[in-house]
């Protein structure tokens, strides 16, 4: 995980029933930089982003956990193939998984 974060997890009122719409993963502005964007979920206190090397059989990794819905990863092997998915969690636990989407890094 590259960022602490802390969060106050208060007692959400609901659980987290949807998953974020992944809609964009594009070239970053440097070499190895994918920038991910997803629709926010409201009841979300932060997201967990993972990443996967395509290969036919996704291996997750976490990658890292943020509060925003949008998010630049870096540090990417160019020409290689990644797979990406995000869910959101709050108090109540984690939500569904995003839909997967896949780009080659730049």
Known sequence: MRNKLKINL??????????P???????????????LQWD???EARFYIIQVSVY???PDWVQ???ITKS??????????KRYC???CAVNSNGKGPWSEIICKVAP
């Open 40 to 42: 926010p979920i409201a």
């Open 70 to 79: 949008s998010y630049t990863l870096s540090g990417l092997k160019s020409k």
């Open 10 to 19: 208060l007692k959400d009122s609901k659980p987290i029933g949807c998953y």
């Open 55 to 57: 290969s036919g059989n």
């Open 63 to 65: 990658f890292d956990i």
């Open 84 to 86: 990406f998915r995000v």
């Open 21 to 35: 719409k992944l809609f964009a993963a594009s070239e970053g502005d440097l070499i190895g930089e994918i920038d």
